[in-house]
């Protein structure tokens, strides 16, 4: 697996060229790229979360579209529309942004519930339907979708089942003092454009089946499923994560193994993929909202309360 720890190290230092201080960021994305996933990143405004999936795209030469998400945008707009042509009496397909590769689903949360859905599909299953006929994704095919936590006015806030679709969520953040010198230095000379290519797109997809064979011990795999059912026991939760969840955090856990440079996923990779991966999908109840309750701090409740199991280290032992 070094050979997949090695090129994903050089996709990290290609994108770190132009963002600065967001080492365990891009790797999270990398893992959800892995896994064949899609990112939702919530975070304020100006904080780099387009310049994170356009210096993605050029670091893996994927083809790049961005969907700015608005009230009157319809699904059309965003699967594509087929068109009369005169001149063969037939319908003619006309690919919408959405079928591209990578694609960033700017402000998510400011179309309607209806614009919403016409994603549902295509992030699941990798194909979109448009007038009865079925249309496969390119891949690899990766949505990276962004929302503001903080305005909420002319918003529409994304429902359960959307939620679900994005293996992963993530927060930039504000740069510290010396990073942000950093950003404002190299703001002279933007070297975004002068990203190239780092890895093929063969390889790519070879990586994404090599994820597949990352080892997960019987008892990682009980661990991963106990945490994920324990979400739906806690008093404080009104829905807990669904078995996606399960495989969300089983997936990524084998990505993030693989970033490390394993061959064999270990709980704490499962505890550092929990708050990612099951947060978003978790309803909390309102009075314990009212207590302050978050989802985050749910979880990572009950990443101290359900047991660690201690055989790995066997595995880890035979294969050092």
Known sequence: MLQGQEALNRITTNIEKVMVGKRREIQYVLVALMCQGHVL???????????????????????????????????????????????????????????????????????????QSALLECMEEGQITVD????????????????????????????????????????????????????????????????????????LLELQRMVKEIHVDDSVTDYIVHLVQATREHRDVYLGASPRGSIALYRTSQALAMIRGREYVTPDDVKEMALLTLAHRLIVKPEAQLRGAGAEQLVAELLTQVKVPAGVKQYAAKHA
């Open 41 to 115: 990143l919530e975070d304020v405004p100006g904080v780099g979360k387009t310049t994170l999936v356009r210096a993605l795209a050029r670091s893996l030469g994927c083809e790049f579209r961005r969907i700015q998400f608005t009230p009157d945008l319809l699904p059309s707009d965003v699967t594509g529309v087929s068109v009369f042509n005169q001149r063969t009496s037939e319908f003619e397909f006309r690919p919408g942004p959405i079928m591209s590769q990578v694609v960033l689903a700017d402000e998510i949360n400011r179309t309607s519930p209806k614009t």
């Open 132 to 203: 009865g006929v079925t249309h496969k994704m390119s891949r690899p095919f990766l949505v990276l979708a962004t929302q503001n936590p903080i305005e909420y006015e002319g918003t529409f806030p994304l429902p359960e089942a959307q939620l679900d679709r994005f293996v992963l969520r993530l927060r930039l953040g504000y740069p510290t003092f010396e990073e942000e010198r950093m950003v404002v230095e190299r703001a002279k000379q933007p070297p975004l454009e002068e990203l190239s290519q780092v890895v093929s797109t063969a390889d």
